[in-house]
């Protein structure tokens, strides 16, 4: 198992960062929060799960342990893929998806893309007994600690991809109609989905 990479940021991507390590290029899945805190050519450490299927071989990197066992966690849970305990990742930290279980929240994990009421109520039940209890003790509010800041987190995934500020804030002001009316619908922003449609309107712009 390879349990972290560390070395200089080579490259960023909207999914992928390229960590050098020993003159190797390790290509690296990652959430776009936590592509947020890298930049290229600085030092970066990614706490890693490599998922080893018949015919490839992928290596998903995490900001911190905990994220990694909690991403490892959820695929205990029939039906849940790297792909999928990813996607959750991206949308709620662990001490959100510790939360949502202890309470039976089904709306927090339905903001989730990929997870209808059925497929809520069924991981409620199987992760019951896995994520363990909250860690965290300040009280923030279900869904509210990855995707309440969706702003910031937008601006800094851009700026951390190589884009000027002012591309940056252009970018947000076009995506912004569409995250209003996910709050308006009762949901909530989800960034994954708003860094895509941004990187559209920065290539548009090119």
């Known amino acids: 198992m390879i349990a972290f990479v560390s070395g200089p940021v080579a490259a960023l991507a909207p999914d992928t960062a390229v960590v050098e390590v020993g003159g190797v290029g390790m290509a690296v899945q990652c959430t776009p929060?936590?592509?947020s805190g890298l930049r290229i050519g600085q030092q970066a450490k990614l706490?890693?799960?490599l998922v080893v299927r018949e015919d490839s071989l992928t290596l998903y990197g995490f900001a911190d342990d905990d994220e990694r066992q909690t991403f490892e966690l959820l695929q205990t849970a029939s039906g849940v893929g790297p792909r999928?305990?990813?996607?959750m990742l991206a949308v709620h930290s662990p001490?959100?998806?510790?939360?949502?279980v202890a309470n039976g929240d089904e709306?927090?994990?339905?903001?989730?893309?990929?997870?209808?009421?059925?497929?809520?109520?069924k991981l409620l039940l199987e992760l019951k007994?896995?994520?363990?209890?909250?860690?965290g003790t300040s009280g923030a509010g279900i869904g509210s600690?990855?995707?309440?800041?969706?702003?910031?987190?937008?601006?800094?995934?851009?700026?951390?991809?190589g884009y000027a500020t002012r591309e940056a804030d252009e970018a947000l002001d076009a995506v912004a109609p569409q995250a209003e009316a996910a709050a308006a619908d009762g949901g909530q922003p989800q960034v994954p989905?708003?860094?895509?449609?941004?990187?559209?309107?920065?290539?548009?712009?090119?």
Request: proline content about 3%; hydrophobic content about 50%.
């Open 129 to 135: 007994d896995r994520l363990g209890a909250p860690i």
């Open 47 to 49: 706490a890693t799960s």
């Open 33 to 35: 929060n936590t592509l």
């Open 145 to 161: 600690a990855v995707t309440a800041g969706w702003r910031d987190q937008l601006h800094a995934a851009l700026i951390g991809l």
């Open 193 to 206: 989905q708003l860094l895509k449609a941004a990187l559209r309107t920065l290539n548009r712009a090119r």
């Open 107 to 121: 709306k927090t994990l339905t903001a989730v893309p990929g997870i209808g009421k059925k497929g809520a109520q």
């Open 95 to 100: 001490d959100t998806l510790r939360l949502a």
């Open 84 to 87: 999928l305990a990813q996607a």
